[in-house]
């Protein structure tokens, strides 16, 4: 009777370890970061100066997160930036971070979001690649591979959305 008194004890000890553990275990678990960049592609450059860099990236995770920069051996410089349209005129508005939500993604294409890579460090033509690193506030480094394309394949790659891009009217 002590016997079995004393083992039914043991064994509520027991559960109350484990359900101690889990719920120290849900307090714990890091949210799920999953990036997937695809599609990075850069338009022919006309002066050899600087070249739109685009791409999309999808949140497969359950945390918002941020591009915050973007570096190549490419070029000396890379910059988020946004097309605006005024007007009849169109400018480019540089952007700190780019938001891509949990659950979501964001296009980078002509008309909207780009890289802007400025002093290009090597030629660039069509089918070319080099590598990319995209930094996330809370991914870290992407490491991407882009491929240089003519002006008229955009459309092909992106789709109907692509519009004349202010880099690539001359
Ligand atoms: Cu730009």
Redesign the pocket.
């Known amino acids: 009777m002590t016997n079995s008194k004393h083992k039914l004890n043991k064994q509520a000890i027991l559960a109350l370890a484990v359900t101690t553990a889990l719920a120290c275990t849900a307090r714990e678990t890091p949210e799920t970061i999953d990036l997937e960049v695809s599609q990075v592609f850069v338009t022919e450059p006309v002066t050899g100066e600087r070249a ?1 860099m685009y791409f999309s990236v999808t949140n497969n995770g359950d945390v918002d997160d941020e591009l915050l920069a973007v570096s190549t051996t490419a070029a000396a410089v890379a910059e988020i ?1 946004r097309t605006e349209h005024e007007g009849g005129t169109m400018k ?1 508005v540089p952007v700190d971070a780019l938001t891509v939500p949990a659950g979501g993604s964001v296009d980078l294409a002509p008309g909207g979001y ?1 890289v ?1 890579l400025l002093q290009l460090t090597q030629n660039l033509f069509p089918d070319d690649r080099f590598d990319v690193t995209l930094h996330f506030r809370h991914a870290g480094e992407v490491v991407a591979r882009a491929r240089v394309i003519r002006y008229e394949d955009v459309e092909e790659l992106v789709g109907g959305a692509a519009q004349r891009d202010p ?1 690539n009217s001359g």
């Open positions: 739109a930036h480019m780009h802007m880099h």
